[in-house]
């Protein structure tokens, strides 16, 4: 399948334990030669066979964007979650041979921009770590504050506090530490372009306030990537391919398309690029739709969907795939 | 000869820009659709925010009002107003003087405007809104030192009022002509008639001029007076 564009064969060089949540995964050509070049910010798709399951799971290029050698990429361990996560801190080993896609960049720095303010929760840190790599090299301004749970979760703090100083400012949960972000907004230069990737209620606190003090929106940039949501099992009919395929609880729809071997566009599978949005042709129910990519009046017209994230409940839905 | 119906927008169009005259007196312009080059205004609206920066000219006076009219009673004391006559000599220092802004500065022209405006930008913090109304040139050149201070260039509101006369780039020498009326002109730097295109440069903050009898020389239709 060609859906998410092309795809480079590569070899897992090294397996580090950050800390107890989160493995660090380095990949490297089988014959030694140079990964394509990326910005900071990209992702890239990790194809996983978790025996007889095919997942796809988007995650962040955390190395500096000046090294080709090879792509790293932190994981934390979910284990609630589908997975995807799972596997990879289960049973990735150096030596193994993998699949993975060309790198995404759907969170680019605006280089426009007089300074860098970057706001990081959690594992939300690994794009800025590329990002501030690369605005290091050309001498931008940036001003990190990362919120970690404690000093222990804390990845990379350490590091990027000896590496960068006052520019990096770090705040435990546990010790009662906040980002102060009324005062943190208020006191940037014009020109300042506002960076946020962790959790969604991070995300929803930075760009609402941002909106509340006047920040423009084309100046606030947040990336979030989706895990598909489980839900009911429902079928649904491929006019263009004339297949009927049935979506399991914890199958998001994309997923049951490509494992009846029909090919479909994406590229974030997690609601957020667009890639994968796909003409209702008919539709007895309700659509769940769970992207961030639609409109609300295109939500409500209820003539597209984006199969990566979203569901269907209802008698039967028809798609133009 | 290849006439510059081939840039597709109707310039052989002799209508002029229809003109209405609004409740309060001022002069709005409803420009026709256009390429997506051709910039677009909007009416100026209060927006919350630390601070407020307003840059007009001439009729552009008569939004500013509105704007402040529609604001809340802590508007004016946040709000900080560069003024200058507009390209037609239209000059309502008067009425804004009596707004009672926090700041109101009256330049004679936007050059003399610059280094002002230039501070105000340096010293400014994310948050403050800008507003921009009155001509096409003083919207576009304002825009531009905005955009020069890094936000983006859909982070200000404009509104168009008053004259509709153009900035023009020569393509060719390069040199700007201010307050273009006539379409063809003649650049007013290296002397060729120049056809007024509705194609657009937010980084130069001007429309762009191209040589009308480039293949025919000497064939220059008549200029018509099209924006005033």
């Known amino acids: 399948m060609s859906g998410g564009g092309a795809r480079i064969a590569v070899r897992v060089a090294e397996v580090t334990e950050v800390n107890a949540l989160i493995r660090r995964i380095r990949f490297v050509r089988p014959d030694g030669g140079p990964m394509p070049a990326f910005s900071g910010g990209a992702h890239t798709v990790v194809e996983m066979d978790d025996h007889g399951t095919r997942r796809r799971n988007p995650y962040s290029l955390m190395g500096d964007p000046a090294d080709t050698t090879g792509y790293s990429i932190a994981v934390r361990r979910d284990d609630a979650g589908r997975g995807g996560s799972l596997f990879l801190h289960r049973h990735v080993v150096p030596g193994m041979d993998m699949v993975i896609s060309h790198p995404v960049n759907l969170f680019a720095l605006d280089l426009r921009a007089k300074k860098h303010l970057m706001i990081a929760g959690g594992i939300g840190i690994t794009p800025f770590l590329a990002q501030i790599a690369q605005l290091a090299a050309l001498g931008g301004r940036f001003e990190l504050h990362y919120a970690t749970r404690n000093p222990a979760l804390c990845a990379y703090g350490d590091e990027l506090a000896a590496r960068y100083g006052g520019r990096v400012h770090l705040y435990h949960d546990d010790a009662g530490q906040m980002i102060d972000l009324p005062a943190l907004l208020a006191g940037q230069p014009l020109g300042t372009h506002l960076y946020v990737c962790g959790p969604k209620g991070m995300i929803r606190w930075v760009r609402s306030s941002a909106e509340s003090a006047g920040w423009p929106r084309a100046a606030v940039h947040h990336e979030e990537f989706l895990a598909p949501p489980p839900g009911k099992v429902f079928d649904v009919t491929l006019a263009a391919s004339g297949k009927t395929i049935t979506v399991g609880t914890h199958q998001s729809l994309l997923e049951a398309i490509e494992a009846a071997g029909v090919d479909a566009p994406y590229l974030c599978r997690g609601g957020a690029c667009g890639q994968c949005e796909t003409d209702v042709l008919g539709c007895d129910g309700t659509i769940r739709h769970n992207d961030h990519w639609l409109t609300e009046a295109q939500k409500a017209s209820g003539q597209k969907i984006m199969p990566c994230v979203s569901r269907f409940e209802g008698r039967s839905l028809v798609l133009d795939r | ?228």
Not at chain 2, 5 to 11: L, P, Q, S, V
Not at chain 2, 26 to 54: C, D, E, N, Q, W
Not at chain 2, 57 to 70: E, H, I, K, Q, S
Not at chain 2, 165 to 180: L, P
Request: aromatic share 6%; charged share 20%; net charge neutral.
């Open chain 2, 1 to 228: 000869m290849a006439g510059p119906d081939a840039f597709g927008e109707g310039i052989w169009a002799k209508k002029k820009p229809g003109a209405q005259t609004g409740a309060a007196g001022m002069t709005k312009t409803v420009f026709p659709p256009s390429i997506p080059s051709r910039p677009t205004y909007g009416v100026l609206a209060p927006r919350p925010g630390p601070a407020h920066l307003m840059i007009a000219d001439g009729d552009g006076a008569g939004a500013v009002l509105d704007l402040v009219g529609a604001g809340d009673a802590g508007m004016a004391a946040g709000s900080h107003l560069i003024y200058l006559p507009g390209p037609d000599g239209t000059d309502r220092t008067a009425e804004l003087a009596a707004l009672g802004l926090a700041r109101f500065h009256r330049a004679p022209s936007f050059a003399a405007a610059l280094p002002r405006l230039r501070k105000v930008l340096g010293d400014a913090h994310m948050g403050v809104q800008i507003y921009l109304a009155g001509s096409e040139g003083l919207i576009g050149q304002a825009q531009r030192e905005v955009m020069e201070a890094g936000l983006p260039h859909d982070a200000v509101q404009t509104e168009h009022r008053g004259t509709t006369v153009r900035r023009v780039q020569c393509v060719h020498c390069k040199g700007i002509t201010e307050n273009v009326a006539t379409d063809p002109f003649t650049c007013g730097h290296c002397g060729l008639a120049l056809f007024v295109r509705d194609h657009y440069s937010r980084r130069i903050a001007a429309f762009q001029g191209v040589n009308i009898d480039a293949e025919d020389p000497g064939l220059v239709p008549p200029p018509v007076e099209k924006f005033r």
